[in-house]
Protein backbone atom coordinates (compact mmCIF):
# COMPACT_ATOMS: atom_id res chain seq x y z
CA UNK A 1 0.00 0.00 0.00
CA UNK A 2 1.16 3.37 -0.85
CA UNK A 3 1.71 5.57 1.85
CA UNK A 4 2.94 9.38 1.86
CA UNK A 5 3.52 11.15 5.41
CA UNK A 6 4.31 15.15 5.35
CA UNK A 7 5.81 17.07 7.86
CA UNK A 8 7.66 20.32 8.98
CA UNK A 9 4.22 22.23 8.73
CA UNK A 10 3.66 24.98 11.39
CA UNK A 11 3.45 28.92 12.23
CA UNK A 12 5.81 31.17 10.39
CA UNK A 13 6.62 34.95 10.21
CA UNK A 14 6.08 36.83 6.90
CA UNK A 15 9.40 36.55 5.35
CA UNK A 16 10.64 33.33 7.10
CA UNK A 17 11.01 29.92 5.86
CA UNK A 18 9.92 26.24 6.35
CA UNK A 19 10.54 22.82 5.22
CA UNK A 20 8.43 20.32 4.22
CA UNK A 21 9.25 16.42 4.48
CA UNK A 22 7.25 14.10 2.49
CA UNK A 23 7.98 10.46 3.49
CA UNK A 24 7.15 7.42 0.72
CA UNK A 25 6.55 4.17 0.85
CA UNK A 26 4.74 1.43 -0.83
CA UNK A 27 6.01 1.78 -4.39
CA UNK A 28 8.99 1.94 -6.78
CA UNK A 29 9.18 5.62 -6.97
CA UNK A 30 11.98 5.93 -9.54
CA UNK A 31 8.81 6.38 -12.01
CA UNK A 32 6.61 8.31 -11.04
CA UNK A 33 6.41 12.37 -10.11
CA UNK A 34 6.43 13.61 -6.95
CA UNK A 35 4.06 17.18 -6.47
CA UNK A 36 3.43 19.52 -3.58
CA UNK A 37 -0.25 21.15 -3.73
CA UNK A 38 -1.97 22.97 -1.06
CA UNK A 39 -5.33 24.56 -0.75
CA UNK A 40 -6.24 27.47 1.20
CA UNK A 41 -9.43 28.29 3.27
CA UNK A 42 -12.57 28.56 0.49
CA UNK A 43 -10.09 27.79 -2.39
CA UNK A 44 -9.65 24.94 -5.17
CA UNK A 45 -6.47 22.90 -4.76
CA UNK A 46 -3.47 24.48 -6.63
CA UNK A 47 -0.44 22.96 -8.04
CA UNK A 48 2.87 23.98 -6.36
CA UNK A 49 5.83 21.90 -7.36
CA UNK A 50 6.67 18.60 -8.89
CA UNK A 51 9.60 16.61 -9.04
CA UNK A 52 10.30 13.73 -11.45
CA UNK A 53 12.00 11.18 -9.64
CA UNK A 54 13.88 9.48 -12.22
CA UNK A 55 16.41 12.71 -13.32
CA UNK A 56 15.11 15.38 -11.10
CA UNK A 57 13.60 17.30 -13.49
CA UNK A 58 11.92 20.28 -11.83
CA UNK A 59 8.56 22.20 -11.97
CA UNK A 60 6.96 25.10 -10.03
CA UNK A 61 3.91 27.39 -9.60
CA UNK A 62 4.41 30.73 -11.21
CA UNK A 63 3.25 32.03 -7.72
CA UNK A 64 6.38 30.39 -5.37
CA UNK A 65 8.78 30.08 -8.26
CA UNK A 66 12.14 31.49 -7.61
CA UNK A 67 11.03 31.13 -3.48
CA UNK A 68 10.42 27.35 -3.39
CA UNK A 69 12.47 24.62 -3.95
CA UNK A 70 11.41 20.85 -4.30
CA UNK A 71 14.08 17.95 -4.14
CA UNK A 72 14.29 14.26 -3.29
CA UNK A 73 16.36 11.95 -1.32
CA UNK A 74 16.19 8.92 -2.75
CA UNK A 75 17.76 7.17 -0.35
CA UNK A 76 15.08 7.80 1.96
CA UNK A 77 12.32 7.75 -0.39
CA UNK A 78 11.42 11.06 0.46
CA UNK A 79 10.49 14.75 -0.79
CA UNK A 80 11.22 17.88 0.41
CA UNK A 81 9.69 21.29 -0.03
CA UNK A 82 11.93 23.74 0.94
CA UNK A 83 9.43 27.37 1.38
CA UNK A 84 11.64 30.57 1.93
CA UNK A 85 10.39 34.33 1.92
CA UNK A 86 7.19 33.19 3.04
CA UNK A 87 4.05 35.71 2.35
CA UNK A 88 0.79 35.37 4.23
CA UNK A 89 -0.97 33.89 0.62
CA UNK A 90 1.28 30.74 1.11
CA UNK A 91 -1.11 29.82 4.10
CA UNK A 92 -2.70 26.66 3.22
CA UNK A 93 -2.46 22.89 3.79
CA UNK A 94 0.11 21.75 1.55
CA UNK A 95 0.22 18.03 -0.07
CA UNK A 96 2.24 15.20 -1.31
CA UNK A 97 1.01 13.68 -3.93
CA UNK A 98 2.49 10.28 -6.27
CA UNK A 99 1.75 9.65 -9.79
CA UNK A 100 2.55 9.28 -13.54
CA UNK A 101 0.97 12.45 -14.02
CA UNK A 102 2.01 13.81 -17.65
CA UNK A 103 1.14 17.30 -16.89
CA UNK A 104 2.97 17.72 -13.58
CA UNK A 105 -0.02 20.34 -12.16
CA UNK A 106 -2.76 17.96 -13.18
CA UNK A 107 -4.14 16.79 -10.21
CA UNK A 108 -5.75 14.01 -12.42
CA UNK A 109 -2.22 12.83 -12.81
CA UNK A 110 -1.69 11.82 -9.00
CA UNK A 111 -3.59 8.54 -7.44
CA UNK A 112 -2.18 8.97 -3.66
CA UNK A 113 -1.95 11.53 -1.36
CA UNK A 114 -1.02 12.89 1.90
CA UNK A 115 -2.94 13.60 4.45
CA UNK A 116 -1.45 16.75 4.69
CA UNK A 117 0.19 19.43 6.37
CA UNK A 118 -1.03 22.77 8.08
CA UNK A 119 1.74 25.95 6.93
CA UNK A 120 0.15 29.64 8.40
CA UNK A 121 2.38 32.51 7.55
CA UNK A 122 1.62 35.05 10.02
CA UNK A 123 2.01 39.02 8.59
Known amino acids: QVQLVESGGGLVQAGGSLRLSCAAS????????MGWFRQAPGKEREFVAA????????YYAGSVKGRFAISRDSAKNTVYLRMNSLKSEDTAVYYCATGRAVVVGDRVGYDYWGQGTQVTVSS
Open 51 to 58: IRWSGGST
Open 26 to 33: GRTFSSYT
